[in-house]
C-alpha cells in the first residue's frame, strides 16, 4: 500500500520513445532527464509475417542482442509537464552519470560505451570508450572536453560550475578546477585500488562544505581488521586522510545533511559483516543493516543509529532537512516477487516508518524541500516528508 502520495501528472515522458524515465529532476513546472535506453523496436504487421503465431522484426539486427546493446543511446531531455520533453543531447552508450548546478545552468554528462559484438579479449574485461560534454545553457548546447577514453566515469561530483571530481574504475579520482578542459589524478587511500582492475568505492559523497569522502572495504590494514574505511579529501588537500573506521561492517552508502553553515551529519548506510562472497554458493548475501552517523568535525565519534532485519537487502539512502531519513530495501525472501520498502524516519533516526511503496521506474528525493518523487509507468507521485 502506498503512503502520502500525491499525483503530479499521468502522463510523464509520454511522448519520448522507447519508454522509461531515466534520472528526473522536478522544479516547478520544468524537468530535466538523464535516460539510456534501447533502440526502438517494431515489428511486422500481421499480413507480412511467415507464421501468424510468431511475432518478427522489421529488421535483422533487432533480434541480435549484442547489437541492441551497442545500439543503446545516452540522452539529455529538458521540458515542462504542460509542453513535454525534448532531447536536447543523444549519444551512443550503456552507461551515463551527470552532475548539474543548483539553478540547472551547468550540466556534465559521462557516457560509456562497450562494443558487445567485439571478441572476448583474453582478461575478460571488454574495453569502455568513455567520454565527457559540458552544458553551460541548461543542457540545451554541448562540448566535448578533453577526456582520455580509457578512464571510466562512474560519478561526477562538484563543488561548482567549475570544480570538482570524477570518479572511475580502479578506483581512480580526478579533479578539475577549470570546468574539465583539464584533470589531476588524486591517489586514492591506502588498499583502495588492490583487488579487481574494475574496483570501485563502495561508497562516495561531497559534503556541503566540498569535503570529498570514500568508504571502502579492508581485510586489514596495520591495526585495522575486516573494516570499512572512510577518507576525507578538502579541496586544498593533495592526499586524503583518514576520517572514521566502522568496524565489521560493508558500506552500501554515504550521505551528508544538506546543512551549509558549518557543521554537518554524516550516515553510513552498512551490511554488518564481510563483503558477500559470489564464489560461495551458500553466502546469499543475507546481512543485519545499520545506519551509523557522525560529524563532519576532526575525529568525530561514530553512533549507531539503527539495525535493519538481516532479511533486507539494503540498497540506498537519502538525507534531507531537519532529521528526514529514507532507507531504500528489497525484501525478496518470500513468496512471489521481491518487495521494494521504503524506511522514513523524521526525527534523526530515532523512530522509522515503515511504508511498502511497490515497484517504481524511477525517482529521486530533493533534500532541499525534503520531497520525494517515484515514477510508477507514466504517472509521477510526490510526497513531502
Same mark, same amino acid.
Given at each position: 500500500?502506498?503512503?502520502?502520495?500525491?499525483?503530479?501528472?499521468?502522463?510523464?515522458?509520454?511522448?519520448?520513445?522507447?519508454?522509461?524515465?531515466?534520472?528526473?529532476?522536478?522544479?516547478?513546472?520544468?524537468?530535466?532527464?538523464?535516460?539510456?535506453?534501447?533502440?526502438?523496436?517494431?515489428?511486422?504487421?500481421?499480413?507480412?509475417?511467415?507464421?501468424?503465431?510468431?511475432?518478427?522484426?522489421?529488421?535483422?539486427?533487432?533480434?541480435?542482442?549484442?547489437?541492441?546493446?551497442?545500439?543503446?543511446? @545516452?540522452?539529455? +531531455?529538458?521540458?515542462?509537464?504542460?509542453?513535454? %520533453?525534448?532531447?536536447?543531447?543523444?549519444?551512443?552508450? *550503456? /552507461?551515463?552519470?551527470?552532475?548539474?548546478?543548483?539553478?540547472?545552468?551547468?550540466?556534465?554528462?559521462?557516457?560509456?560505451?562497450?562494443?558487445?559484438?567485439?571478441?572476448?579479449?583474453?582478461?575478460?574485461?571488454?574495453?569502455?570508450?568513455?567520454?565527457?560534454?559540458?552544458?553551460?545553457?541548461?543542457?540545451?548546447?554541448?562540448?566535448?572536453?578533453?577526456?582520455?577514453?580509457?578512464?571510466?566515469?562512474?560519478?561526477?561530483?562538484?563543488?561548482?560550475?567549475?570544480?570538482?571530481?570524477?570518479?572511475?574504475?580502479?578506483?581512480?579520482?580526478?579533479?578539475?578546477?577549470?570546468?574539465?578542459?583539464?584533470?589531476?589524478?588524486?591517489?586514492?587511500?591506502?588498499?583502495?585500488?588492490?583487488?579487481?582492475?574494475?574496483?570501485?568505492?563502495?561508497?562516495?559523497?561531497?559534503?556541503?562544505?566540498?569535503?570529498?569522502?570514500?568508504?571502502?572495504? @579492508?581485510?586489514? +590494514?596495520?591495526?585495522?581488521?575486516?573494516?570499512? %574505511?572512510?577518507?576525507?579529501?578538502?579541496?586544498?588537500? *593533495? /592526499?586524503?586522510?583518514?576520517?572514521?573506521?566502522?568496524?565489521?561492517?560493508?558500506?552500501?552508502?554515504?550521505?551528508?545533511?544538506?546543512?551549509?553553515?558549518?557543521?554537518?551529519?554524516?550516515?553510513?548506510?552498512?551490511?554488518?559483516?564481510?563483503?558477500?562472497?559470489?564464489?560461495?554458493?551458500?553466502?546469499?548475501?543475507?546481512?543485519?543493516?545499520?545506519?551509523?552517523?557522525?560529524?563532519?568535525?576532526?575525529?568525530?565519534?561514530?553512533?549507531?543509529?539503527?539495525?535493519?532485519?538481516?532479511?533486507?537487502?539494503?540498497?540506498?539512502?537519502?538525507?534531507?532537512?531537519?532529521?528526514?531519513?529514507?532507507?531504500?530495501?528489497?525484501?525478496?525472501?518470500?513468496?512471489?516477487?521481491?518487495?521494494?520498502?521504503?524506511?522514513?524516519?523524521?526525527?534523526?533516526?530515532?523512530?522509522?516508518?515503515?511504508?511498502?511503496?511497490?515497484?517504481?521506474?524511477?525517482?529521486?528525493?530533493?533534500?532541499?524541500?525534503?520531497?520525494?518523487?517515484?515514477?510508477?509507468?507514466?504517472?509521477?507521485?510526490?510526497?513531502?516528508?
Amino acid at each position: 500500500m502506498t503512503t502520502g502520495w500525491e499525483t503530479v501528472t499521468t502522463t510523464f515522458a509520454k511522448g519520448d520513445k522507447p519508454y522509461g524515465g531515466g534520472a528526473f529532476r522536478v522544479r516547478g513546472n520544468d524537468i530535466i532527464s538523464l535516460k539510456t535506453s534501447g533502440p526502438e523496436l517494431k515489428f511486422k504487421p500481421a499480413r507480412e509475417l511467415k507464421d501468424p503465431d510468431v511475432a518478427e522484426f522489421t529488421e535483422a539486427w533487432m533480434d541480435d542482442s549484442s547489437e541492441r546493446l551497442n545500439r543503446r543511446t @545516452v540522452a539529455f +531531455l529538458k521540458g515542462t509537464f504542460n509542453g513535454g %520533453l525534448t532531447r536536447t543531447f543523444q549519444q551512443r552508450g *550503456q /552507461d551515463a552519470a551527470w552532475w548539474y548546478s543548483k539553478d540547472w545552468r551547468t550540466v556534465y554528462v559521462s557516457t560509456g560505451w562497450m562494443d558487445y559484438k567485439a571478441p572476448q579479449p583474453a582478461d575478460g574485461l571488454a574495453p569502455q570508450i568513455t567520454k565527457l560534454w559540458r552544458s553551460s545553457d541548461g543542457g540545451q548546447n554541448w562540448t566535448q572536453l578533453n577526456w582520455q577514453e580509457d578512464h571510466n566515469i562512474g560519478q561526477l561530483l562538484f563543488l561548482d560550475s567549475l570544480r570538482g571530481y570524477a570518479i572511475g574504475w580502479g578506483p581512480h579520482a580526478w579533479r578539475t578546477a577549470d570546468g574539465g578542459q583539464s584533470w589531476h589524478e588524486i591517489k586514492v587511500p591506502p588498499l583502495a585500488d588492490v583487488g579487481k582492475p574494475r574496483k570501485t568505492f563502495d561508497a562516495v559523497n561531497l559534503g556541503p562544505d566540498g569535503v570529498l569522502r570514500v568508504a571502502y572495504y @579492508v581485510e586489514q +590494514l596495520g591495526e585495522v581488521k575486516t573494516s570499512s %574505511l572512510i577518507y576525507r579529501l578538502a579541496w586544498d588537500q *593533495q /592526499d586524503f586522510e583518514p576520517d572514521v573506521v566502522l568496524p565489521n561492517q560493508t558500506v552500501v552508502d554515504l550521505q551528508s545533511s544538506p546543512e551549509t553553515t558549518g557543521s554537518y551529519s554524516l550516515y553510513a548506510l552498512s551490511r554488518l559483516g564481510a563483503p558477500r562472497n559470489w564464489d560461495d554458493a551458500n553466502d546469499k548475501g543475507h546481512r543485519t543493516g545499520a545506519l551509523s552517523t557522525w560529524g563532519n568535525s576532526q575525529r568525530p565519534d561514530v553512533h549507531q543509529l539503527h539495525t535493519f532485519d538481516e532479511h533486507l537487502m539494503l540498497d540506498g539512502l537519502s538525507v534531507g532537512q531537519q532529521g528526514a531519513l529514507l532507507v531504500y530495501a528489497t525484501d525478496a525472501t518470500g513468496d512471489g516477487a521481491p518487495r521494494d520498502l521504503t524506511f522514513i524516519s523524521k526525527n534523526f533516526g530515532k523512530s522509522w516508518d515503515n511504508l511498502k511503496d511497490g515497484t517504481a521506474q524511477g525517482g529521486y528525493f530533493d533534500p532541499d524541500t525534503n520531497t520525494q518523487y517515484a515514477l510508477f509507468a507514466y504517472t509521477l507521485k510526490k510526497r513531502k516528508l
